[in-house]
């Protein structure tokens, strides 16, 4: 905006609220609103500014470098949001009718808005008459002029120099007035985006010396995640709670270690053994203490993993979270409802603010390589994975991330070479021989694949092994039919790699099959019909 004097005594006014419209789209950046056949589509205030960065340079590559210095200028923690918002706003958007998503990415250059997009000015007119400027409607009292250079002016007329600067004053005040705006306005994102500066999270530690020690180990045990050391655990915290019986956080440690014993990744207790302990240990460390956030967390996941109670679990994250804002794994399986939900910015939030309070814990590292795995953005998850393997060499699941990166992108010696990682790390883990049968699957290798897949079906019988990651051989392998039956085992047996059916990558040729939409339902999810990208 500025102030251009000539014989005419001219005023510039560069109004930048056009309308852009394309497809069933109409974005008004003068209303920050996105509409979609004319009613409002919600979006996060940094999604909009991407989107609205991409649109008005409609049709030509703008790179990485050049949003980040838009959108998050001189924020570090805000630079792994790129791609992040890109996935909601292709979310958001669909696909157009050509199929085509809306964003196109330049390969290792940037994004462009691959669509046609018409230009109004009528809401610019609009704005200029709302802050009593002349539109170039009324040519008996102001003219609107074409300058050489391509702006547009409002002349003012030469009658009354105190009209002139009636004018001028009626343009500093409508800048002061957008200038203020903007200030509240950044103040308000700032605000919503930086992260919560607290320290991290510890329990609080009871009068009895002995039950918090034997509930610290315990804890340094459950954290390393493996077969052996859950079991170590589930004997440290009940010897704390033995040596204090109303230590309600040894409880919760109780819960957390049954949870892990037989959920996703890890497990070794089927479902219907382990977690009906784990909420019965949960729900004394309740009586005791309502107030212990790790509590809440571990209900919480329950809800979420056992029961698939999608509003009830969440209810019971955000009482934890209220309790207590610095426990890193109520944030940290809170992501994981978020991202199972499809709702990959919340998912994003929750693991940044775990892992700034964390930034060392390898667990959290890994968890931030899969919730980008889970995302398509492989180019973030493959250095975050690699950071969880610095931290910890001998950590199976971040092998199994950083293999995954590998397989979803082709590089399927690598991959491989990762899975054969964790099963030496694992010492034959049946989790993670099924994922490597995975990479076996999609690199060709059927018959390696299936000899995997025979014996873990043969295992079966002698011990708990999900029936959901027998599916995803078998979806690997492109048996449909298989897939479906072994989905369906898991239904009943309630594993809980279940909710992730919508987002992870190796069911994507399962999702217009009837069959496996109808398990998706039966977990609480709407079906993803539209595929996701091909793997």
Known sequence: MGLSWGHSARVSIVVDSANYSFGPFRLVPSEHLLLREEKPIPLAPKAYELLFALVKRHGRLVSREELMHEIWPDSFVEEINLTVNISLLRKTLGEQIDGRQYIATVPKRGYRFDATVCESVQAAEEAAEAIGLPSGKTPDSTTSTQQPDGDQHATIPKSSKSTTWRYVASLVLAAGVVVAGFLLWKHWAASRTEPIKVEAHHAGQPENAQAFDLYTRARALWNKRSIESVQQSLDLFRQAINADPSYAEAYAGLADAYITAGSYGSSFLAPQIAIPKAEEAVHKALVLDDSSSDAHTSLAYIKLTY??????????????????????????????????????????????????????????????????????????????????????????????????????????????????????????????????????????????????????????????????????????????????????????????????????????????????????KQIGLTPEIDEKKKI
């Not at 995954?404 to 070479?417: H, K, P, V």
């Not at 239904?491 to 992870?504: G, H, R, T």
């Open 307 to 520: 029961d698939w109670d999608w509003p009830g679990a969440e209810a019971e994250f955000k009482r934890a979270l209220a309790l207590d804002p610095k426990n890193v794994n109520a944030r940290h399986w809170y992501s994981h409802e978020l991202m199972a939900e499809g709702r990959i910015l919340e998912s994003h939030e929750q693991s940044e603010q775990a892992l700034y309070i964390e930034p060392m814990d390898r667990i959290l590292n890994e968890h931030m390589a899969w919730h980008h795995l889970m995302a398509r953005e492989y180019d973030r998850s493959i250095p975050q994975a690699r950071k969880a393997i610095e931290i910890d060499p001998d950590f199976v699941q971040a092998h199994r991330v950083l293999g995954l990166d590998y397989l979803y992108t082709g590089r399927y010696t690598e991959a491989c070479s990762e899975f054969k990682k964790g099963v030496d790390l694992s010492h034959g883990d049946p989790v993670s021989q099924a994922y490597l049968a995975r990479c076996y699957a999609m690199s060709h290798r059927s018959a390696d694949a299936r000899q995997i897949l025979d014996s873990l079906i043969k295992d079966t019988q002698e011990r708990y092994i999900s029936s959901a990651e027998i599916a995803a051989v078998f979806a690997a392998l492109g048996d449909d039919t298989n897939c479906v039956t072994w989905l369906q085992k898991a239904v009943q047996e309630k594993s809980s790699a279940m909710i992730y059916l919508n987002i992870d990558p190796v069911f994507d040729r399962m999702r217009a099959n009837p069959s496996f939409q109808a398990i998706v």
